[in-house]
């Protein structure tokens, strides 16, 4: 039986059991928060060539090389050395120099590190509370054309840290966060795959990012964007996503209403508090909806996946089941990329 080796302990892995259910149950005191390897609370250390890399894979290359791991996603089948680390370590400090609502649940936030911070678009950082709770939120930036890092924090009823975001953080608030994380990148090099990206609620943030990434760099395959939402309000962004219509021919966005959330007129009222800026409150706005959920419109439109890459953000239960479906349609696995977005 493979054990954790810890401080000159050993510490047997039962079967079925990650790293992390080994050191709870053991009495050992480490961060941990989702267990499904979003959050990235457990970070743990150990020699780099002995690091699974079904551990390491939501992590930075940085990170990666020096060993980090998810203990929640570590099951090895050999005695594993560990050291746990110092978190405060891994955290990036931020001015924040706006928080702007954008839609009645949903605020934008863009942060200013105190020092470079490298990422790639569609990936996610972990951001911390006061409370000492974090929770990961993707970036909407580029890391080459926006100065500031930006995310789209939606309001989760009972929710610390979006509670938190939503009601005290304001411009000049100092806040910390660790990442980047996550694999849903757009990968240079396919300019010519098709691409179908499906979001719901703030997923669209990464695959906003990801979508003008590859526009930027030249991308020519095709380039479908489901966003879905359960009302109008929720389909926010679509100032920001016929600005690149207009520009690329090879894109098309469809938004998709599953629930009700439209007037009899056909047009929802704004919301008060909502930055007209940028969502301002149009009737053609609701013209081009599309009502059903947006992963099974992206799939009715394309039952033929074989030769795309597919990106899958928000839910996790659309992200689970985009996936299988993906895969049955033909795509290849590994041109499957997802982040689940856990409520927060």
């Known amino acids: 039986m493979a054990a954790v080796l810890l401080a000159g302990q050993r510490l047997p892995i039962a079967p079925g059991q990650s790293v992390l259910d080994t050191l709870l149950?053991?009495?050992?005191?480490?961060?941990?928060?989702?267990?499904v390897g979003v959050c990235a609370r457990c970070l743990v250390r150990t020699d780099p060539s002995l690091a699974p890399e079904s551990a390491q894979r939501p992590?930075?290359?940085?990170?990666?090389?020096?060993?980090?791991?998810?203990?929640?996603?570590?099951r090895p089948n050999a005695d594993l050395p560990i050291e746990l680390i110092d978190a405060q370590a891994l955290q990036v400090s931020a001015t924040v120099v706006e928080a702007r609502k954008i839609a009645p649940d949903i605020c934008r936030l863009r942060l200013e590190p105190d020092l470079p911070f490298a990422y790639q678009a569609g990936q996610f950082i972990h951001l911390g509370a006061p409370d000492g709770s974090a929770r990961a939120y993707s970036l909407a930036s580029l890391p080459e054309r926006d100065r500031y890092l930006e995310l789209h924090v939606e309001r989760i009823?009972?929710?610390?840290?979006?509670?938190?975001?939503?009601?005290?953080v304001r411009a000049g608030d100092r806040v910390?966060?660790?990442?980047?994380?996550?694999?849903?990148?757009?990968s240079p090099g396919q300019e010519q795959t098709p691409i179908l990206a499906v979001a719901t609620g703030t997923g669209l943030a990464p695959l906003l990012a990801v979508a003008r990434d590859a526009l930027a760099s030249g991308h020519r395959g095709l380039l479908h964007l489901y966003h879905g939402a359960r009302s109008v309000a929720g389909l926010y962004g679509r100032g920001w996503l016929e600005e690149l219509?207009?520009?690329?021919?090879?894109?098309?966005?469809?938004?998709?209403?599953?629930?009700?959330?439209?007037?009899?007129?056909?047009?929802?009222?704004?919301?008060p508090g909502v930055d007209s800026e940028v969502e301002p409150a149009r009737p053609d706005d609701t013209l081009g909806l599309r009502h059903g959920r947006a992963l099974d419109l992206a799939l009715v439109d394309h039952p033929d996946l074989r030769g795309?890459?597919?990106?899958?953000?928000?839910?996790p239960d659309m992200v689970r089941a985009g996936r299988k479906r993906a895969y049955l349609a033909g795509a290849a696995m590994a041109d499957i990329l997802g982040d689940p977005f856990l409520p927060t």
Do not use: M, N
């Open 245 to 271: 219509l207009r520009d690329h021919d090879t894109f098309a966005v469809h938004h998709c209403l599953s629930g009700s959330g439209v007037s009899g007129s056909g047009v929802e009222t704004k919301a």
């Open 176 to 186: 910390t966060f660790s990442g980047p994380c996550g694999e849903a990148v757009y």
């Open 25 to 35: 149950a053991a009495g050992i005191d480490i961060a941990h928060g989702c267990g």
């Open 157 to 168: 009823p009972g929710g610390r840290v979006s509670g938190w975001l939503h009601d005290h």
């Open 59 to 74: 992590l930075r290359s940085a990170l990666r090389t020096r060993g980090y791991l998810l203990a929640c996603q570590c």
């Open 308 to 315: 795309w890459r597919v990106y899958l953000c928000g839910h």
